[in-house]
């Protein structure tokens, strides 16, 4: 089946402008994760959808980054205002939550670029 | 702040040998550990994984060990190929939703 996508793969913009990231996971996965990594790092928690809902928004660095997610699929990652700080690749991922442990599946990513 | 870190940034071995890839971790209450690799330009690959009521889990050439005694944790792969060639992560959960990652280790194998 088809794994976890996310769009688009690169993008490129300038200081100051709008981005919005898209994260499409796997059908039927009810929780879906959104993760930042810088290069050569690991993986930054940002935000966390049970369904639509985020219980869990602590890792979001600054009121800049909001997140949605609607139909209990599609995820939007919107970053205000891009700053030169905020490259970095931006991963989403989603688990069936259906089991006690946490089995995450990762999409490809985003490599976010503000010149 | 706790945080979960490896010992080595980069590991290089030769093709056919054995590999282990190591991960310090401080808080001594998660009971969930997973190795994920990460090839260039793709999102990290879950490997492995185990539970603190358990020392050791293997799999297909890889194998986990805890040592909950001193908090580390390792990955060995057997027979290493040039396709593992990634940068590994370790990862503790640390409520029922959210993992926490090391810095990775770039493993390199030699032909």
């Known amino acids: 089946g088809a794994g976890v996508s996310q769009s688009p793969s690169n993008k490129v913009t300038e200081k100051g402008k709008d981005v919005e990231l898209r994260c499409d996971p796997i059908?039927?996965?009810?929780?879906l994760y959104w993760y930042r990594q810088r290069l050569g790092q690991g993986l930054e928690f940002l935000i966390y959808?049970?369904?639509?809902?985020?219980?869990?928004k602590s890792g979001l660095p600054s009121d800049r980054f909001s997140a949605e997610r609607t139909g209990e699929s599609v995820s939007t990652l919107t970053i205000q205002r891009t700053q030169q700080e905020d490259s970095a690749v931006y991963l989403c991922a989603s688990s069936a939550r259906d089991r006690h442990y946490n089995e995450q599946f990762f999409g490809p990513g985003t490599r976010l670029t503000v010149l | 702040g706790e945080s979960v870190g490896l010992h080595l940034p980069t590991l290089s071995v030769q093709e056919g040998d054995n590999s282990i890839i190591n991960c310090a971790y401080s808080?001594?209450?998660?009971?969930?550990f997973i190795w994920y690799k990460q090839e260039s330009g793709k999102g990290p690959q879950f490997i492995i994984d185990i539970r603190s009521n358990m020392d050791k889990r293997q799999g297909q050439r890889v194998t986990v060990l805890l040592n909950k005694t001193v908090k580390h944790l390792s990955l060995q792969i057997a027979a290493t190929q040039p396709g593992d060639s990634a940068v590994y992560f370790c990862?503790?959960?640390?409520?029922?939703?959210?993992?926490?990652f090391g810095s990775g280790t770039r493993l390199l194998v030699r032909p």
């Open positions: 059908s039927g996965h009810t929780a």
């Open positions: 990862a503790e959960e640390r409520s029922s939703y959210k993992l926490i």
């Open positions: 959808f049970q369904g639509n809902s985020a219980p869990d």
């Open positions: 808080n001594s209450a998660s009971d969930y």
